[in-house]
């Protein structure tokens, strides 16, 4: 009887029978469309099936007629309802799904296409509520899908719903099966979009943050299971292939050596079948529709290496190589499950942080404490917090002194004292003592929603370096399939032997992981660590742009000054009788009017304008960037600026004293000038002298005409200043800037000037806590510290340099390890071994953002 090495007893028995016995606990239950297709798990006679349904791929039963055209061809189809959908499809010009989908559509049921009513129940109000919001008249709600599997199903879903009359804008999410969509509810109902979703052949449901997490879950304990079943094969191979190698050493007997390669090729096949199954499936999808992706030299090196050691081991000859397999297979998944650890991590917390918060709390009402649902506490509740809970909204504390944990906000672990007139938010701890607060508003207006709405990603669109990096993969991935085939092809007029594994060696080393990681890794870093700056980050695509900012225009109000206006002076123009009511308008009665006017605005100045009296003005309505109108005693009352009164009466020019000048006026008759005391924030000169030593030109819009906005410009050291600006006559500017191939960032106070805002390549805002709904930029300064810009700028420029990194080694190691591995240096296991090492290292360098220092220094 032949040697068997001693290192292999101790594992062989136990590995092979807890591989068999784990078998069924590890499989991943959910069966793939495709093979769902193939293994039908009611197969019909194979003389009942004629061909396969064009629209879902199920079999098509025997004697069944429902073919429909489709591109001039007809199609045959499996049931009424495949058939109804795809007429839909083509009615509506859509062919182009078939075209693109990697993946069947779900098969509908008939009571999908015929019955419309199902989801009447979602036009309750009540239910409504729980998944949408309404603004500017529109419903905007949110959806979890089922069914989804590829781009074309998200062009397919978001071309037919653009379609449709009344829906203003859909958006799908692929990577969470979510469906964002706004329509005007005069012209449809919510049961209406839920129909026209499921016509299509989709699954869909009211989106719940616990549905996404469930799914998420799902999704971590698959990917989870494929890893550790490729590390216990890893181990256990690699043990097989210790013994193997101390045999061709020191001697061992062919049946051992045979018995030894059999069960290796059982675990790794396994291994294969299950864990690398993902990698086969996604460069099979779009190796059909012509796309090369990176899975694609990942598949075909694990299935020719898995095939050749099969062949090898079948035959009782030749090197096997179930060993690198593994190990490969192995090292590629821990790659891609840190970095996708690593992009979820913070959407983790902050649904972490959402799912600490207390169901109920303890709200007064009508004088008496009662326990509420925290989805019904509004502005100006007052709320009592219990030593030891969760905030559940955000407020103003008005009783008590105690300390309140933000880590999850600003990741400091030391508490902050708070007290009476300290802002307070959801989401963070009180620690020491009971608290009493007057909420600012209901969860959703939070800054732990925002966050979580900023996470989500409101816009999805890739920035265009990571374009560019999906181009650069896909032509790299078609030179390093021709670059493979030669070095076999010379391989075999060398030394035929070896042609195979140093072909799988160019295959392994230069798969370009490392390539497409490179960008994605550094904007989730650069994001995450903005975030925990309390910076609302709105869109990644907007930090490749910052980056190359060379041009900043400055709002004035709310953003140079602190927003925190108080009337200083009210000069009244005319204190006889009002001819209309024959009373004498006072100062207080002036005030009254002005404040009731400005109960109806939200820009910075509403908040100077505060009185007890209230007169009866009714038809307000506010002029962007001009002021407020409306009826007081049937004549109109106007709010403003001096032009924009001047259209309905002669208002003399505003005294010549510092100050912002607003003026008041009925119609034909100027009542007052208001004079506002508006201080400039401490650091804004700081700010702006540091952006020019950056070399960033800046410049001062602002809609204030009067003499405040020239000396506040001038002396913050502008280089151009323009005053009494429009929101259009902004937005021109910047267009001006753009032609002249400046790359411009726009800085405002996020609620006014929203075109101009959009219309920046760059645009941050600096905003209070009560204004993150509203605010709409690509990145909000929640705290109003303006030197968070420059954190915000290093940030950007860190990550760009970051991204330059990825890109510079991935195509170095690329461009060192193929020649290497062409001249049959680097065995296969080195090669995987290398390539994992490399997306590690692109990974690592993208997490250096978080731990960085960024803030500014000034």
């Keep these: 009887m032949g040697r068997l090495p001693t290192a292999i007893f101790w594992t062989f028995p136990a590995t092979v029978h807890d591989i068999a016995q784990r078998r069924s606990v590890l499989l991943d239950p959910a069966q793939d469309r495709q093979t769902a297709i193939v293994n039908n798990p009611n197969p019909l006679p194979t003389a009942d099936i004629a061909e396969s349904c064009y629209h879902c791929g199920e079999p098509v039963p025997s004697g069944a007629d429902f073919h429909l055209s489709i591109g001039g061809v007809e199609r045959p189809m499996c049931c009424p309802g495949c058939r109804a959908v795809a007429s839909m499809i083509t009615d509506n010009g859509l062919e182009r799904f078939y075209e693109r989908r990697t993946a069947y559509a779900e098969r509908p049921e008939d009571a999908q296409v015929e019955d419309t009513q199902r989801f009447a129940i979602y036009d309750d109000p009540g239910l409504l509520a729980q998944f949408s919001e309404v603004q500017n008249e529109h419903r905007r709600m949110r959806l979890l899908l089922g ?21 203003t804008a859909a958006s799908v999410n692929l990577s969470q099966g979510r469906l964002d969509i706004e329509f005007v509810e005069d012209e449809l109902r919510p049961s209406d979009v839920f129909t026209a979703v499921a016509a299509l052949g989709y699954q869909v449901s009211p989106w719940h943050s616990n549905a996404q997490r469930d799914q998420a879950a799902a999704e971590y304990r698959t990917d989870l299971r494929r890893l550790a079943v490729a590390g216990i094969g890893m181990m256990q191979v690699g043990m097989f292939a210790i013994a193997l190698h101390a045999g061709d050493l020191q001697g061992i007997s062919e049946e051992y050596q045979r018995l030894l390669r059999l069960f290796s090729l059982l675990v790794t096949g396994f291994v294969v079948a299950f864990s690398a199954r993902g990698f086969f499936e996604s460069a099979w999808r779009h190796l059909r529709h012509g796309m090369l992706v990176m899975d694609l030299p990942v598949a ?9 050691s099969c062949i090898a081991t079948l035959r009782g000859g030749g090197d096997v190589y179930f060993d690198s397999v593994v190990m490969f297979t192995f090292l590629l998944l821990s790659a891609r499950f840190i970095e996708k650890r690593l992009r979820y991590r913070d959407a983790l917390a902050w649904q972490d942080a959402e799912k600490a918060l207390p169901d109920a709390a303890q709200v007064q009402r009508a004088g008496i404490w009662l326990s509420v649902p925290r989805q019904d506490i509004v502005a100006g509740d007052l709320v009592r917090v219990r030593r030891g809970d969760t905030l559940p909204v955000d407020g103003m504390v008005t009783e008590g002194t105690s300390a309140v944990r933000e880590d999850s906000f600003n990741g400091e672990s030391l508490p902050r004292t708070v007290q009476a007139g300290d802002r307070v938010y959801a989401g963070t701890h009180n620690l020491d003592a009971s608290l009493e607060l007057r909420a600012s508003g209901a969860y959703t207006q939070s800054r732990l929603a925002a966050l979580q709405r900023s996470i989500d990603g409101a816009r999805l669109e890739k920035p265009a370096i990571a374009r560019l990096a999906d181009r650069v993969a896909s032509v790299f991935i078609a030179a390093v399939l021709l670059a493979t085939g030669v070095t076999a092809l010379v391989w075999w007029q060398i030394d035929a032997s070896h042609a195979l594994w140093v072909a799988v060696s160019v295959l392994v080393i230069s798969c370009p992981c ?20 309390a910076i609302l980050v709105h869109g990644e695509n907007a930090l490749e742009a910052l ?36 009373k004498t308008l006072d ?19 509403a908040s100077a304008f505060r009185s007890d009296q209230r007169s009866p ?48 006026c009925l119609e034909n008759r100027p009542l007052a000038w208001f004079a506002l005391r508006d201080e400039a924030r401490s650091e804004a000169d700081a700010v702006l002298r540091e952006l020019r030593r950056r070399g960033v030109s800046t410049e001062l819009l602002t809609g204030d005409a009067s003499h405040h906005g020239q000396a506040l410009g001038a002396a913050l050291g502008f280089e151009r200043i323009q005053t009494g600006m429009q929101p259009e006559g902004k937005l021109a500017r910047v267009r001006e800037l753009q032609r002249a191939g400046h790359c411009v960032l726009m800085v405002g106070d996020g609620l006014n000037d929203a075109p101009v805002l959009k219309g920046a390549d760059v645009s941050i805002a600096v905003a209070g806590a009560t204004d993150l709904a509203r605010a709409q930029a690509d990145f909000v300064i929640l705290d109003g510290n303006l030197r ?23 195509l170095a190691y690329n461009g060192i390890g193929i020649p290497i591995a062409a001249l049959g240096l680097v065995p296969p296991w080195a090669a995987a071994i290398g390539m994992s090492l490399s997306s590690l290292l692109v990974v690592a360098n993208a997490a250096r953002l978080r731990r960085t220092a960024v803030e500014s220094t000034i």
């Design 147 to 167: 069914g989804v599997t590829c781009a074309a199903c998200t062009w397919l879903i978001e071309t037919s719903l653009l379609r449709h009359p009344g829906i």
């Design 300 to 308: 075909l090196a694990i299935g020719l290496a898995f095939t050749a």
């Design 514 to 533: 490392a390539l497409s990681l490179a960008t994605p890794a550094g904007l989730a870093s650069a994001a995450a660590r903005l975030r925990r700056h």
């Design 547 to 582: 980056a190359r900012v060379d041009y900043a225009i400055f709002d004035k109000t709310g953003t140079l000054t602190t927003g925190a206006f108080s009337v200083a002076e009210c000069i009244l123009l005319d204190d006889s009788l009002d001819n209309s009511s024959g």
């Design 587 to 605: 100062q207080a009665q002036v005030m009254a009017l002005a404040a009731t006017l400005q109960e109806h605005s939200n820009h910075p100045i």
């Design 617 to 664: 003005v009714t038809n307000i309505h506010y002029h962007v960037g001009a002021g407020l109108e409306g009826r007081y005693e049937q004549r109109r009352l106007r709010m403003g600026s001096r032009d924009f009164c001047q259209h309905i009466a002669a208002m003399p020019e505003p005294p010549q004293r510092n100050g912002y000048w607003i003026a008041l």
């Design 788 to 810: 968070q810009l420059l954190t915000i700028h290093n940030v950007a420029v860190g990550c760009h340099r970051i991204i330059r990194q990825n890109f510079a080694w991935a």
